[in-house]
């Protein structure tokens, strides 16, 4: 699997890049940083991710990588994650990090509705790669049915993509699919209340788990 980017050129690796520019061997980070300038990336935000890769915890390097995964070349499904821990481990921290990131939208709450009728066009064109919910629990939170309805949405939306919606409340068709990435969090507690029904209906199946814990000692540092 090889990483590339979007350029005024088409999609370049950063070694296709490095030799467009004259360099040749292992990059250095200031060297990575001109590239990425230089050849002026469709986001302009993306070398932040290139960047974030050097000194970051495993769990904000998954992070990074998922998001990475939705400019890999010929590939139109990225990386989908559950981020499972404890509350107050770092999971809101985390994704925190992505909240000004071009390409991603970080909702607090959000419907189908909202989804498709605000960003529905801009998911299709790949102007928006990924949707990261600091909280799954808030929009699932809401009565049965749309908490059901809001699930096989995201089913749809990470998987197969949507085409086409003819509802009461929404009548809309797309020219291509809509489809894009989600990252979520969520507490082990608020996971297995949600597990049976998620896993019944192929949800777990979409998404990476990501789950960590805290031993004893590192836990009485930071309290």
């Not at 969090?185 to 949800?203: A, D, V, Y």
């Amino acid at each position: 699997m090889t990483l590339a980017f979007p350029t005024t050129d088409g999609y370049l690796t950063l070694k296709q890049i490095a030799e467009r520019n004259g360099i040749h061997g292992r990059l250095t980070q200031p060297e990575v940083i001109r590239l990425v300038n230089r050849t002026r990336l469709a986001h302009k935000k993306l070398e932040e991710l290139v960047m974030a890769l050097v000194h970051l915890t495993p769990v904000d390097t998954v992070i990074k990588l998922a998001l990475w995964s939705a400019y890999i070349k010929d590939e139109d499904q990225p990386i989908s994650l559950l981020i499972c821990a404890d509350a107050e481990a770092g999971k809101t921290k985390s994704v925190a990090q992505t909240m000004n990131i071009p390409g991603i939208i970080y909702p607090s709450d959000c419907t189908a509705f909202g989804i498709l009728n605000m960003y529905g066009e801009s998911i299709r064109t790949r102007k928006i790669r990924h949707i990261v919910i600091p909280d799954l629990i808030t929009p699932f939170s809401k009565k049965w049915e749309t908490s059901a309805s809001f699930a096989s949405f995201l089913n749809n939306l990470v998987e197969e993509g949507i085409m086409e919606v003819q509802t009461k409340a929404m009548q809309k068709r797309f020219k291509t699919e809509v489809r894009c990435g989600l990252i979520g969090c969520i507490t082990p507690n608020e996971l297995e209340n949600s597990r049976r029904k998620w896993l019944n209906m192929g949800f777990m199946s979409r998404l990476m788990p990501v789950s960590w814990s805290y031993k004893l000692t590192t836990q009485s540092e930071i309290f």
